[in-house]
């Protein structure tokens, strides 16, 4: 791309796309092709089939009748094809002037007056003027980005770009994957298919230059994690180790309850990662209410009994105070100071904060994003610990990394989801992270009855939560809006909220909702807590980890928009104590396809690990992992169901390769990842 100070709107357009470099143009595909190597005889057009043809103009004119149009007869050897323009220029009337041979592309149509096009693309031409060889590659374009200008930075882009074969010869027979093309055979394919080529096998990628195109890629996102992956292995971290008889002791010691095996066991996988001088990369999952805070707190305990600073960080500010109370229960009495830091701490009280914090005072520091801001420095951070990961981007988990950066040492990274990874993603975004897993729930935890309603039994679960309520339950009562906006027909949660006041008369009634203020929102929450409470009407913002056990009741209005990954997180209030837990869906119908599939698998099962398949497979990959836990559009091309063989192989390849050929590593890396890769290793 020519370097120009001044950008012109098709190349500004281009640099968003990622078209930055020649390879990036090389790599960037049709959407479909156009076939310009042939010319079907007029009498042979099929009506709606994109064709060519090619003729000479009898007559053009102007029609006036009933609507002003441009109509030009051509004619070929085997009979009359009509143009019809409802919108044009004067000077396309002259072009197609009688006598003028043109090349005709369009669909036609067969009707009345004979065989007719509409608004086709023309082209004049001499007689004996060359077909194009090839097909015609159709780009994705847009009114800053003409198709034809894209067309021609592509075309020079894939003649310039770096091809060369970069994989040893004979890989691909060991593999199994004998026959593909060259990388840059398929490029050229792909962009220019031969006039006989299967467009079949272009459109469905089934064709060996895709094949070939998608092992490249899923080679180069393997190569980079297992670099990544190398290189922390090089990194220094603090080695943190448990002292006979101190914090982490005093805590297990201070629990109102026994740790489950489970709990214990990744304890323990952690404990013996921070005792390494490498940083830590794991990742903690567990099912809703598995308890890994008590396990992240331990954690943070090993890390300040030697000596160094914990972070924990939350989505939410709901749920960071949640975890702060908890964790100031747990650890204050033992003597430590827990310092709070979210977007709403102002003023004095932030400076305080940001001072214990860069004195090292603070020797744990709870918060949301707020904790990873650059004003907030850490004196000796030891472990960084992210709850509900998912709900972070790359970018957070780096900068989180990189605040130990003065002392050219990393923090060891704790991430914690209850949402389990499925075995395909953890092969291919995952594969550098270490994963424990808690997968038993404390004791004494009743399973949780989920019951579907439509819309119309509403009433019926009204009666039944009254019932509960005089009962002394506690019940949320979750809805999807806050305020009427686009979707009016949502039931927004100040009309509920009123509407329950009413129907529940004596029983007390709270409200939650995104848009309070965070001090109003946790006066609420601690009135829920206590019991002082009966129903909390609330959207979202109680999904992650809100925790009261006593709560034994939950009504889900409007379940159909969720999705299912949110909905289990929701139904995960509930159950947490001994008594008999009901989730009530209610939804309106027509319930889609996949809505349905949703609901089924509430319906069906509370285990998280079976919740995450059936969602990946509703969801498909990309749509799971969500454009934030990816950092960038990862993989392009490949699928990652129905390429698992290729995945298969180039998991097999790529420490071979990076072995035996580091260079080649390093370059297939470049190729294809440029910029991003620095996205893998966070
Ligand atoms: P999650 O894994 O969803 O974050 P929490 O850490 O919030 O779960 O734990 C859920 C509840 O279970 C909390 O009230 C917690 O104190 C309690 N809990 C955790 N571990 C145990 C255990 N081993 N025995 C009994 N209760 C436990
Ligand atoms: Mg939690």
Known sequence: MPEASAKSAPQKAMEKLGLLRDIDLALHLPLRYEDETRITPIAALHENEPAQVEGVVVDCQVELRSRRQLLVRVKDDTGTLLLRFLHFYPSQQKQMSAATRLRIRG??????????????????????????????????????????????????????????????????????????????????????????????????????????????????????????QRERALLAAPALRAQPGGLHEKLLAALPFQLTTAQQRVAEEIAQDLARAQPMHRLLQGDVGS?????????????????????????????????????????????????????????????????????????????????????????????????????????????????????????????????????????????????????????GRSPIVTKVFTESKRHDVLDKIRGAVADGAQVYWVCPLVEESEAIDLRNATETHAELS???????????????????????MA?????????????????VGVDVPNASLMVIEHAERFGLAQLHQLRGRVGRGA??????????????????????????????????????????????????QS?????????????????????????????????????????WLGTKAEFLKA
């Open 107 to 228: 669909e036609a149509r067969i009707g009345f007056f004979g065989r007719e096009m509409v608004h086709p693309v023309v082209k004049v031409v001499d007689e004996g003027t060359p077909l194009a060889q090839a097909l015609t590659p159709v780009y994705p374009a847009s009114a800053q980005l003409p198709q034809a200008y894209l067309r021609k930075a592509v075309a020079s882009g894939l003649a310039r770009a770096d091809l060369r074969e970069l994989l040893p010869p004979g890989v691909f027979q060991g593999l199994g994957l004998g026959g593909l093309p060259s990388l840059k055979e398929a490029l050229h394919h792909l962009h220019h298919p031969p006039p006989d080529a299967s467009l079949a096998a272009l459109e469905d990628h089934s064709h060996p230059a895709w094949q070939r195109l998608k092992f490249e890629e899923l080679l180069a996102q393997q190569l980079s994690q297992l670099q990544a």
């Open 291 to 443: 308890g890994k805070t008590v396990v992240a707190a331990l954690a943070a305990a090993v890390a300040i009994d030697a000596g160094w600073q914990c972070a924990l960080m939350a989505p939410t500010e709901i749920l960071a105070e949640q975890h702060f109370r908890k964790l100031v229960q747990w650890l204050e009495p033992l003597g430590l100071k827990v310092a709070w830091l979210t977007g709403s701490v102002k003023g004095k009280a932030r400076q305080a904060m940001l001072d214990a914090a860069a004195s090292g005072a603070a020797q744990l520091v709870i918060g949301t994003h707020a904790v990873i801001e650059d004003k907030v420095r850490f004196a000796r951070l030891g472990l960084a610990i992210i709850d509900e990961q998912h709900r972070f981007g790359v970018a957070q988990r780096l900068a989180l990394r990189n605040k130990l950066k003065s002392m050219a040492l990393e923090p060891h990274l704790l991430m914690m989801s209850a949402t389990p990874i499925p075995r395909t993603l953890a092969m291919t975004y995952f594969a550098d992270l270490d994963v424990s897993t808690i997968d038993e729930l404390p004791p």
């Open 502 to 524: 009413a129907a529940l008369p004596g029983a007390q009634v709270g409200l939650l909702h995104g848009r309070m203020a965070a001090g109003e929102k946790a006066a609420v």
């Open 527 to 543: 009135q829920f807590s206590a019991g002082q409470m009966s129903v909390l009407v609330a959207t979202t913002v109680i999904e």
């Open 579 to 628: 008594k008999a837990s009901v989730c009530v869906l209610i939804y309106s119908p027509p319930l889609s396809d996949t809505g349905k599939a949703r609901l089924k698998a509430m319906a069906e099962t509370t285990d998280g690990f079976e919740i995450a398949r059936r969602d990946l497979d509703i969801r498909g990959p990309g749509e799971f992992m969500g454009s934030r």
């Open 631 to 671: 950092g960038a559009e990862l993989l392009r091309f490949a699928d990652l169901q129905e390429d698992a063989p290729l995945l298969v192989a180039a998991r097999a390849l790529a420490p071979r390769l990076l072995d035996e050929h580091p260079e080649a590593a390093r370059r297939q890396v470049a190729r």
